[in-house]
């Protein structure tokens, strides 16, 4: 919870509001009881994907600069 906590907060501040949104829904799932293991194990796999979609995008930015 707390590291999707700080990934919602990261994501938001280089602008990237899907990535963080998808990060709150993950926070929100792992602070459920009972924590419904099976939908954040989905959450976490769109949010991974998301993450690798900001980097290539921060590395081009970074290159282009």
Do not use: W
């Amino acid at each position: 919870r707390i590291s999707a906590h700080s990934l919602k907060g990261a994501l938001g501040h280089l602008g990237a509001l899907t990535a963080s949104e998808t990060a709150s829904q993950l926070e929100t799932l792992a602070s459920s009881s009972p924590v419904d293991m099976s939908a954040c194990q989905s959450i976490y796999k769109e949010l991974n994907s998301l993450v690798g979609e900001v980097c290539t995008e921060f590395k081009t930015f970074i290159s282009d600069s």
